[in-house]
Nanobody, 122 residues
Framework: QLVESGGGLMQAGGSLRLSCAASGRTFSNYAMGWFRQAPGKEREFVAAITWSRGNTYYADSVKGRFTISRDNAKNTVYLQMNSLKPEDTAVYCC?????????????????WGQGTQVTVSS
């Protein structure tokens, strides 16, 4: 089970940190990803990380602004979002895949959270 938290309303230029708490199974062999979906748009890959080594992978649209990290002791993955833009507005979901780092398509992920809303005002 994956449960996201930390979404909310923020002005452009601000920051938010999302959390994804994992439970119910061993995710140590998974890569964890964040996706987002804005109204009327397809689900979009944001970032991913491996539990074991903490290797990361980012979409070009968020490189330099977003940072994905994990706390193995807490079974939690984070997405630190800085310099937020109105186009970052979306429902953000975390997901887990056994297929390794670098997977960017939703169908490549096996377990999904319910999502958390992020709204950035201009």
């Amino acid at each position: 089970q994956l449960v996201e938290s930390g979404g909310g309303l923020m002005q452009a230029g601000g920051s938010l940190r999302l959390s994804c708490a994992a439970s119910g199974r061993t995710f140590s062999n998974y890569a964890m990803g964040w996706f987002r979906q804005a109204p009327g748009k397809e689900r979009e890959f944001v970032a991913a990380i491996t539990w074991s080594r903490g290797n990361t992978y980012y979409a070009d649209s968020v490189k330099g602004r977003f940072t994905i990290s994990r706390d193995n002791a807490k079974n939690t993955v984070y997405l630190q979002m800085n310099s937020l833009k109105p186009e970052d507005t979306a429902v953000y979901c975390c997901a887990a895949t056994v297929r390794g780092l670098g997977r960017t398509r939703p169908y490549e992920y096996d377990v999904w959270g319910q999502g958390t809303q992020v709204t950035v005002s201009s």
